[in-house]
């Protein structure tokens, strides 16, 4: 086996309430950690572990919010105890979609908070849009579909956020698992987009799965 050097990111849960309540019951899953205090613990048994990057969601029903305003207290909570007890863990949020006339600005008001905070490892930019969707037991789709949307102005805006303050950038890019491949039981799945190249910079880094392709990377500042 080679030495090829592996960077983990630790996603210590998924978005609320899809992945934090049992299936059929509407309870909290005990095991997916939901206040800082847990978020932190779990973040921290994964960089003992060996992971160097820590992502989570937090429960602020950002979808109920017509702004896409992400409540900064959470991260900030989190982020401090990791960060404290692991300087060199990069910590990055989660971030709502666009539409419906909400602005970058509020969508990404959370990240410039951690940024100023000195909290934030790593900046978010999702080249593209796409639909999310969860399927029923019977396999019919979910009424919790929802289209998770980044417009061309939106993209450049967080690229050129991030690159002003010589910030890596975590890029998501969206693809249909392989032909024949079953998705996650009842779980979502992201749709109408095929897999991307990884975008060419220094510091480059590549996680790839049947899901997704995560690129972390750091941005030239543009010229002039």
Known sequence: MGSE??????AVNGAWPAT????????????????????????????????????NHTDDDVLDNATGRHASEPYLAAYEAITAAHPGAI??????????GRRIEDRYAHIVELHDAGLLGMGVADPGSLNLVGRRRDGQVASTALPYIN????????????????LPVHV???TRPPAGAAGPPGGRHATGQDKSAAVP????????????????????????
């Open 5 to 10: 050097a592996l960077i983990i990111e630790a």
């Open 20 to 55: 934090w309540k049992r299936r059929g019951t509407g309870a909290r899953n005990p095991v997916v950690p939901a206040t800082p205090e847990e978020i932190a613990t779990d973040a921290l048994a994964c960089l003992a572990a060996g992971a160097t990057v820590i992502h």
């Open 91 to 100: 910590c990055y949020p989660t971030m709502s979609g666009g539409g419906d």
């Open 151 to 166: 417009a061309p102005a939106d993209v450049a805006w967080m690229f050129a956020w991030c690159a002003e303050r010589d």
């Open 172 to 174: 998501g890019v969206r």
């Open 201 to 224: 910079g220094r510091a480059e880094h590549a996680v790839r799965s049947a899901q997704h392709t995560v690129v972390a990377r750091r941005v030239p500042a543009p010229a002039g």
